[in-house]
């Protein structure tokens, strides 16, 4: 009967998250649609940069175009349901939460956003910039004839600012899983070296390979890497001071 009644519990929380999946699927469609609407005017400030001047783009495919609107729509999309995807987790771990973790994780919501939309900034305005000029400068120097693809241009940038963008919600989800007390500040010291090697490979792997690119892009992850330690370890204390209190409680009411 104990196994049933676990199995049971296994396929409920499996029935949740497909719900919740499936959630996150209709509304990223519905921001797909609304992207749709947007992508020419985010093309033509895209297109209008600085960074995008020095170039005459080119369609080498008949669905260059169309397949351009549709990664700017997709990419309008993600940024509209990132919220609705944090909120989402949140409420399918929620059930699992005391009343005072569930709150805490709420506020997560706007933040999520707002590190994302920083992260957006700094790879499109900082390291989107410098790392075109760098290949640019190496085909030059090199003597070759520029021809460049508009799909070419659009891969190039959101293979940089896309990965750069969620990997600046790192510190959130490091407090959050701290306080589900999945993750702590020991933990993560421990396997900072580990980290490290990670971010740098994350880092070379999504940027040119060039030195100035990687460094770049590697010293944010490293701080924001740190960053997650220095708010893992905010939380950890309090839950300890929580947990010492509650123990205090209960060992005076013992004595009671």
């Known amino acids: 009967m104990p196994l049933q009644s676990g199995a049971m519990t296994v396929v409920e929380h499996l029935t949740e998250l497909r719900k919740r999946i499936i959630y996150i699927l209709i509304v990223f469609v519905i921001g ?57 987790l949140w409420a399918f771990v929620s059930p699992g939460l005391r009343p005072v973790e569930r709150s805490a994780a709420l506020r997560y919501v706007p933040y999520a956003l707002l590190l994302f939309v920083l992260g957006l900034l700094f790879a499109y305005y900082i390291v989107f910039p410098m790392a075109l000029s760098f290949t640019v400068t190496v085909t030059r120097d090199m003597g070759l004839e520029e021809t460049y693809g508009i799909a070419q241009y659009f891969n190039f940038m959101f293979s940089l600012v896309l990965p750069m963008a969620l990997l600046f919600e790192l510190p959130l989800i490091v407090m959050f899983l701290t306080r589900l007390r999945i993750l702590n500040p020991l933990r993560l010291r421990k396997v900072r070296r580990y980290a490290y090697f990670a971010l740098v490979f994350i880092a070379v792997v999504i940027t040119p390979p060039d030195f100035i690119s990687d460094f770049l892009v590697t010293i944010p992850l490293l701080v924001l890497y740190e960053f997650s330690v220095f708010l893992s370890a905010f939380v950890y204390r309090k839950q300890l001071a929580a947990d010492a209190a509650l123990e205090a409680r209960y060992t005076a009411g013992d004595h009671a």
């Open 32 to 88: 797909l649609a609304g992207g749709l609407f947007c992508a020419k005017p985010v093309y033509e400030y895209l297109i209008a940069a600085d960074t995008a001047q020095g170039f005459v783009l080119h369609a080498f495919s008949f669905w260059d175009g169309i397949g351009m609107y549709m990664k700017i729509a997709m990419a309008v999309s993600l940024i509209v349901t990132l919220p609705f995807i944090v909120y989402q």
